[in-house]
């Protein structure tokens, strides 16, 4: 449904995308991730037809963005990072609006905006003025205008900024449950967010493509050592010996009272530890096994 290939994008001297290429399919959910300035923004708006690529090609549904940019904005919905509303206009007005320039019938219109104000929750708020919204209902009127014309692609920049934890919930259920029969292409800072939307993530990093896997395995990237969290009852824990330890990479402290330490894949020293916690006569309460994350994987690709 989106394949990009070789794209490349150029500002003066800095190079923002560096020869990017992926595909994403139908029903796929995808999380584009990386630091900022790493080009997501960029990407996505080059995707759109917003911005022109310096090289390379893109193509929506087998049109090229660039020789059919109208057949592309006919198949995506787009909402930027910085919401564009016209504030003086009514929800609903707004909408009507939208729908218009897409193009929508008049008797689709009516249909359509209200199927799209009960998706996005903003039935109450419709016959309002969004310059009277809060910033979480500013950003269901741009999702909603997003989705007003049905795209085949759905394409996200910060959907659920400035929402409250509520508001998440609900904007990621209708995400997933867009996503069923659509392209979804959606960037957050919010890794646990990824985790449950997205089934595939891409990270960049300075332009470039440093991971392109399923959510569920993107986490084994950073599991290349294994951290342990030791919990004693009594302060004054030494730790000076621990990290002479063969296999041991780093001792942390975490607390007065634990200790995180972190040891090489094939190294198992919890017989050790709870002999060094004897001799210093000091009782272990706890010792656990830390499981990587996300957000583990990410500071890993990324820093």
């Known amino acids: 449904m989106v394949s990009v290939q070789g794209l490349t994008k150029i500002y003066g001297e800095q190079k923002a995308v560096n020869d990017l290429s992926f595909e994403v399919k139908k029903g796929e959910i995808l999380g584009f991730l990386g630091p900022n300035g790493a080009g997501k923004s960029t990407t996505m708006k080059i995707i759109t037809g917003y911005l022109e690529a310096t090289e390379g090609m893109v193509e929506v549904d087998g049109f090229d963005v660039s020789s059919n940019p109208l057949e592309v904005k006919k198949r995506v919905g787009y909402l930027p990072e910085h919401n564009p509303l016209y504030l003086d206009m009514y929800v609903h007005e707004f909408l009507d609006f939208a729908s218009r320039i897409h193009g929508l019938e008049k008797k689709l219109r009516k249909s359509r905006i209200e199927e799209v104000i009960e998706m996005t929750g903003l039935h109450v708020e419709q016959h309002k003025k969004i310059g009277a919204l809060s910033k979480g209902y500013r950003q269901r009127v741009g999702i909603s205008q997003a989705l007003i014309h049905d795209p085949e692609v759905l394409i996200l920049d910060e959907p659920t900024s400035g929402l409250d934890p509520n508001q998440i919930i609900d904007i990621r259920q209708l995400v997933r449950e867009v996503g069923k029969d659509k392209t979804v292409i959606f960037s957050s800072h919010i890794l646990s967010e990824v985790e449950f939307i997205a089934n595939r993530v891409i990270i960049i990093n300075k332009g470039e493509i440093v991971a392109d896997q399923p959510t569920d395995q993107l986490r084994n990237i950073a599991e290349d050592s294994i951290q342990l969290v030791l919990e004693i009852e009594e302060e004054g824990f030494k730790t000076e010996e621990i990290e002479k330890w063969e296999g041991v990479k780093r001792v942390e402290m975490l607390g007065a009272h634990s200790f995180r330490i972190q040891t090489q ?39």
């Open 265 to 303: 894949t094939d190294v198992d020293i919890r017989k050790q530890l709870f002999k060094s916690c004897v001799e210093q006569e000091k009782t272990m309460i706890g010792l656990s096994r830390e499981t990587f994350t996300l957000e583990d994987a990410f500071r890993k690709l990324t820093s």
